[in-house]
């Protein structure tokens, strides 16, 4: 019979930011069997998959499970490696896990507050929202958590890609007798936009800078 074990699942303080200093938790029930049998890779650690599982150790180690060449099978117990677990078979439930909103100390161009909002999954899936897929390792004979998922794309490629917006939208408004003067218009005030960012936004993490639409090109 699967476990039905309550655990806490450590939240960030904010997403994307390895900061859990406010010590929040989100409710958890692991719903999985207690005993998984998983394979690392003997180089680096990193755990590979589960071959097997059972809610006894008795019947974890019995399953036919081959373990790959240049690996390792080694059992985990969901008892006291309850995260863990759970990251890796997605073996439990959370209920709804309350979203995350940030005023951004900003406004918009009607002068509105601008806000952030980051919508954690609910019942299953925030484990992974938070850790990346399959960087949990088994090594010195004891299971290590996973790798914190900061956010994909960094500051300098976020500055790269508003530089280059910047060039494409100059030379747009240079192309003669191709754009209205509403369309001109629009191109203008989404360069300017761009070019205000380093400014406007200097305090704002840029994965959660609001940009307006991008005007059509032809």
């Known amino acids: 019979m699967p476990m039905n074990k309550s655990f806490n699942i450590a939240m960030p303080n904010k997403p994307y930011v390895e900061d859990f200093s406010e010590s929040k938790v989100q409710a958890a029930t692991y719903t999985g069997p207690r005993y998984i049998k998983v394979q690392y890779d003997n180089a680096s650690g990193y755990i590979r998959n589960i071959i097997a599982d059972g809610d006894t150790l008795e019947e974890c ?16 117990d969901a008892d006291s490696e309850t995260l863990v677990a759970a990251y890796l078979n997605n073996a ?27 919508y954690w999954n609910d019942e299953t899936g925030c484990i992974h ?43 747009e408004l240079a192309r003669d007798g191709v754009y209205t003067d509403d369309e001109k218009a629009a191109i203008t005030t989404y360069k300017t936009f761009l070019e205000g960012i380093a400014s406007k936004y200097a305090a704002v993490d840029h994965w959660k800078i609001p940009f307006p639409t991008h005007p059509d090109y032809k």
């Open 129 to 171: 929202q938070i850790y990346l897929q399959g960087t949990a390792k088994f090594e010195n004979n004891a299971v290590t958590a996973p790798e914190f998922r900061a956010h994909a794309l960094t500051r300098d490629s976020f500055n790269e890609t508003v530089t280059k917006q910047i060039a494409d939208a100059t030379a």
């Open 61 to 76: 180690n019995e399953a036919d499970a081959a373990v790959m060449e240049g690996h390792t099978s080694t059992v985990i």
């Open 92 to 118: 439990y439930t959370t209920g709804d896990v309350a979203d995350y909103t940030e005023d951004l100390g900003t406004t918009d161009a009607n002068g509105d507050a601008e806000t952030w909002t980051y």
